[in-house]
């Protein structure tokens, strides 16, 4: 996968093995990266920034 690949929710939800309700809470707390918008119905986020989230994660567990 590309560092510039946009994933959409549902492999964002697969990845972090997250709830999608609980992936939107985290983003209005200001704990998960911001979407980018796609379009007018539609966003994404950044593989980069997805995968940082989870190296933090790891990080804060040990």
């Known amino acids: 996968m590309s560092e510039k690949q946009i994933l959409r929710i549902a492999d964002v939800a697969k990845m972090t093995g997250l709830s ?3 992936i939107y809470l985290h983003i209005r707390k200001d704990k998960f990266p911001r979407q980018i918008k796609l ?6 986020w950044l593989l980069s920034d997805v995968q940082a989230w989870i190296d933090g994660r790891i990080e804060a567990s040990k």
């Not at 379009?39 to 994404?44: E, T």
């Open 39 to 44: 379009g007018a119905r539609a966003s994404g």
């Open 20 to 22: 999608r309700p609980t």
